[in-house]
């Protein structure tokens, strides 16, 4: 099963190559703050195995929490340049800071499937190389 350390490593090295300068954060001081800080930006990594079977809810070992749910939402309308970054089997989905509020909301009966988060990313591929190119400067507006 991979990790998010084993995510982190996967992505780190494409980072490091166009000189995004990632570090990764751990901050219990401010519950909620982002896995990985860049020159550009912000993310929070998350990590599947696989997709469930006949496009069911993505059950997540650590979905994104309200503090880091809050956190993303908050940046991102302040103007930040903040993603969650999710891996699920090889491919690679990021999701803007504002819409991870929604995606993985209290409310909502079921976590997302595989429909929902295709079509709610702003990036998708097969290598964390795309993944990193396009966390260079991936919010445009």
């Not at 703050?33 to 496009?55: F, M, Q, S």
């Not at 999710?86 to 009966?109: H, M, N, P, Q, S």
Request: proline share 11%.
């Amino acid at each position: 099963m991979p990790s998010e350390k084993q995510m982190w490593d996967v992505l780190r090295t494409p980072m490091v190559k166009i000189k995004l300068d990632p570090v990764r954060v751990e901050n219990p001081a401010l519950p909620g703050t982002p896995d990985v800080n860049y020159i550009e930006g912000w993310t929070e990594l998350k990590h599947a195995d696989r997709w469930p079977p006949r496009g069911g809810p993505l059950q997540l070992n650590h979905p994104p929490t309200p503090e880091q749910r809050t956190w993303l939402l908050r940046r991102w309308h302040n103007g930040g340049n903040c993603w969650l970054t999710l891996r699920v089997g090889r491919e690679w989905l990021i999701f803007r800071g504002c819409d991870v509020i929604t995606l993985w909301a209290d409310t909502r009966d079921a976590p997302p499937n595989k429909q929902e988060l295709e079509a709610a990313a702003a990036w998708r591929g097969e290598t964390p190389a795309g993944a990193a190119a396009f966390l260079v400067d991936g919010r445009l507006d």
